[in-house]
T-cell receptor, first 116, second 114 residues
Framework: DGGITQSPKYLFRKEGQNVTLSCEQN?????MYWYRQDPGQGLRLIYYSQIVNDFQKGDIAEGYSVSREKKESFPLTVTSAQKNPTAFYLC???????????????FGAGSRLTVL | AQSVAQPEDQVNVAEGNPLTVKCTYSVSGNPYLFWYVQYPNRGLQFLLK??????LVKGSYGFEAEFNKSQTSFHLKKPSALVSDSALYFCAVRDGNGGFKTIFGAGTRLFVKA
């Protein structure tokens, strides 16, 4: 079945450590996204990528980094510069075009990061 | 810049009654509008979208939404609520003039009481 796989589901980090969240999709989607979810603030866009080897900052990119070396993969690194990294992180993908599924975001199950 | 407002943090409705979850948006180009639902500790699931065409859009699980350009609104509705509809609902907007950036509202928690 096609979908998006995020790993790990739960992650604990000590202050000062970088961590990388994995996001893999087998939907053949061109665009991929990372969102952060905090209670009462909805989803906030961290980074997005429209094609391989290209990505753009979202509204809260500071303290995060991404890469898009393959169409299927869009890992997110939470660096020590991110002052409040405890949150639920969601990866998504989409494809343009005219079909019924076009432009719709397909989400992974999420990764919950907790800083100790 | 794009933005989405969901003015209600929470909506309470009795089972069998109609429900409305409100959404207003701001985007410079043509709006692509979406509704998603989230159950606890899960990713979001797509409900419906407006890209072009009829202002009344029908989606999954009996939900529908009406696009109102003059009021820049895209309210989610259902004629008869079910207890199982209780969840967190998100409205989202994307600039249809070539942009891929999709922005979400803060979410509205729907409680349907039996």
């Amino acid at each position: 079945d096609g979908g998006i796989t995020q790993s790990p589901k739960y992650l604990f980090r000590k202050e000062g450590q970088n961590v990388t969240l994995s996001c893999e999709q087998n939907l053949n989607h061109d665009a991929m996204y990372w969102y952060r979810q905090d209670p009462g603030q909805g989803l906030r866009l961290i980074y997005y990528s429209q094609i391989v080897n290209d990505f753009q900052k979202g509204d809260i990119a500071e303290g995060y980094s991404v890469s898009r070396e393959k169409k299927e993969s869009f890992p997110l690194t939470v660096t020590s510069a991110q002052k409040n990294p405890t949150a639920f992180y969601l990866c998504a993908s989409s494809t343009p075009g005219g079909g019924s599924g076009a432009n719709v975001l397909t989400f992974g199950a999420g990764s919950r990061l907790t800083v100790l | 810049a794009q933005s989405v407002a969901q003015p209600e943090d929470q909506v309470n409705v009795a089972e069998g009654n109609p429900l409305t979850v409100k959404c207003t948006y701001s985007v410079s180009g043509n709006p692509y509008l979406f509704w998603y639902v989230q159950y606890p500790n899960r990713g979001l699931q797509f409900l419906l979208k407006y890209i072009t065409g009829d202002n009344l859009v029908k989606g999954s699980y009996g939900f529908e939404a009406e696009f109102n350009k003059s009021q820049t609104s895209f309210h989610l509705k259902k004629p008869s609520a079910l207890v199982s509809d209780s969840a967190l609902y998100f409205c989202a907007v994307r600039d249809g003039n070539g942009g891929f950036k999709t922005i979400f509202g803060a979410g509205t928690r729907l409680f349907v009481k039996a």
